[in-house]
């Protein structure tokens, strides 16, 4: 009984140091926060378990709506070119002012399918600690699924195919741009008759 006491004493008081040194770490301002200054392989490790787990858990109940529907994928393609391109990339563009500075690294969506409920959950709460905003505050689930369902077909996209859908896609509304008149986005410049054919979407 008395090894047992003295057992729980040595745990608790080591508890306590470490506790104390963590503290005193921690206000002494002594680690860096920096974007630039990379987390070790473990701390990295740790932090990508964590955020696929949570994600995965929390989107496993997800009941995806119908994803081929033609209109929901063009409203996608207006949506994800006015809020993602400087962060995810489009068809042909190899980087850009922001992406280098970020950490940890978007993943680059023109390269990879992402699972529909995972993408859903991610564009509407956002990740904790990292560039990805919760657009959910200020679009609704309908939207979100629009870019859902433009992501499935980004990877097949060229360079061309993407200029044409964006064109005809109606502009994300719900962003401020900045610009002037009828508060279409930079890259939803066309000539006169760019309604009158649908884009080509390409098939999985």
């Given amino acids: 009984m008395k090894k047992l006491t003295v057992a729980i004493v040595t745990l608790f008081g080591a508890g306590a140091i470490a506790a104390a040194g963590a503290a005193i770490y921690i206000y002494s ?23 696929s787990q949570s994600i995965a858990r929390h989107a496993r109940d997800i009941q995806v709506p119908d994803l081929n529907d033609p209109e929901l994928i063009l409203k996608g393609a207006g949506q994800y070119a006015a809020m993602c391109t400087q962060c995810h990339l489009k068809p042909g563009m190899k980087d850009s002012e922001i992406r280098p500075g970020l950490y940890p690294q978007p993943p680059d969506l023109t390269q990879a399918r992402v699972d529909p409920r995972e993408a859903f959950w991610t564009i509407k709460h956002g990740i904790k600690m990292s560039a990805m905003p919760a657009w959910g505050g200020s679009h609704d689930d309908m939207t979100i699924w629009s870019m859902v369902a433009f992501l499935q077909k980004l990877p097949a996209m060229t360079p061309a195919a993407y200029k044409e859908i964006v064109a005809k896609a109606p502009p994300d509304d719900d962003m401020d741009m900045g610009d002037e008149g009828d508060g279409h986005s930079h890259e939803h410049e066309a000539g006169d008759g760019a309604h009158e054919t649908s884009p080509q979407i390409p098939a999985n």
């Fill in 29 to 51: 301002g002594a680690y860096n926060v920096g974007a630039d200054d990379h987390h070790t392989r473990p701390v990295l490790a740790i932090m990508e378990t964590v955020r």
